[in-house]
């Protein structure tokens, strides 16, 4: 059971190019999100998705797109990279629903990502 | 909307004494509160979470948090530091406001143990 898995660990962009970050889970949970971490800021919610085919966005999603075509995997698209994305991402699943229990996330080792 | 709010950056206690994480919260409704420990290069991991009943709930790794009610605090506390707990903390709260459910992070509080 590797839990949640990303890849890269690191990256170096420059500003303009595009990229994907991979995020997969094998816990078969239906829950996903992606964070950013900034100094300062704590984590902010980027994009999230309750299940397969169905993905919203959190409070921070201009610059990013996602999509859910399976359980396990939630890509993480930056369209046009810029310097104000440099951060650190994480990935985290959970299970869905209202239950106290469904809100404890597990996280990926996370993505250095620098735009210069 | 709801959120958490840690006032320490940083927090150094000497090993073997105790610590504490400050923590409080806004919320409408009843609290789903949760903290996390993230080491360094390492991705966040839960430790414990209030939901209801005990005010004193214990987590992973010998860690507590005192719920507060009146205070609307959420701190954590462990009774004797260890160096290995040195890592950063967050506060966090269910949060459903804006039309979907999410958890909202804290900005952090980076414990030091001094040996």
């Known amino acids: 059971n590797a839990g949640v898995t990303q890849t890269p660990k690191f990256q170096v962009l420059k500003t303009g190019q595009s990229m994907t970050l991979q995020c997969a889970q094998d816990m078969n949970h239906e829950y996903m999100s992606w964070y950013r971490q900034d100094p300062g800021m704590g984590l902010r919610l980027i994009h999230y998705?309750?299940?397969?085919?169905?993905?919203d966005q959190g409070e921070v999603p201009n610059g990013y797109n996602v999509s859910r075509s399976t359980t396990e995997d939630f890509p993480l698209r930056l369209l046009s990279a810029a310097p104000s994305q440099t951060s650190v991402y994480f990935c985290a699943s959970r299970l869905s629903g209202s239950l106290a229990t469904s809100y404890e996330q597990y996280f990926g080792p996370g993505t250095r990502l620098t735009v210069t | 909307a709801q959120s958490v709010a840690q006032p320490e950056d940083q927090v150094n206690v000497a090993e073997g004494n105790p610590l504490t994480v400050k923590c409080t919260y806004s919320v409408s409704g009843n609290p789903y509160l949760f903290w996390y420990v993230q080491y360094p290069n390492r991705g966040l991991q839960f430790l414990l979470k209030?939901?209801?009943?005990?005010?004193l709930v214990k987590g992973s790794y010998g860690f507590e948090a005192e719920f507060n009610k009146s205070q609307t605090s959420f701190h954590l506390k462990k009774p004797s530091a260890l160096v290995s707990d040195s890592a950063l903390y967050f506060c966090?709260?269910?949060?459903?406001?804006?039309?979907?459910?999410?958890?909202?992070f804290g900005t952090g509080t980076k414990l030091q143990v001094i040996p």
């Open positions: 998705s309750v299940g397969a085919g169905i993905t």
């Open positions: 966090a709260v269910r949060d459903i406001s804006g039309g979907y459910q999410k958890v909202t």
């Open positions: 209030y939901i209801t009943g005990d005010n």
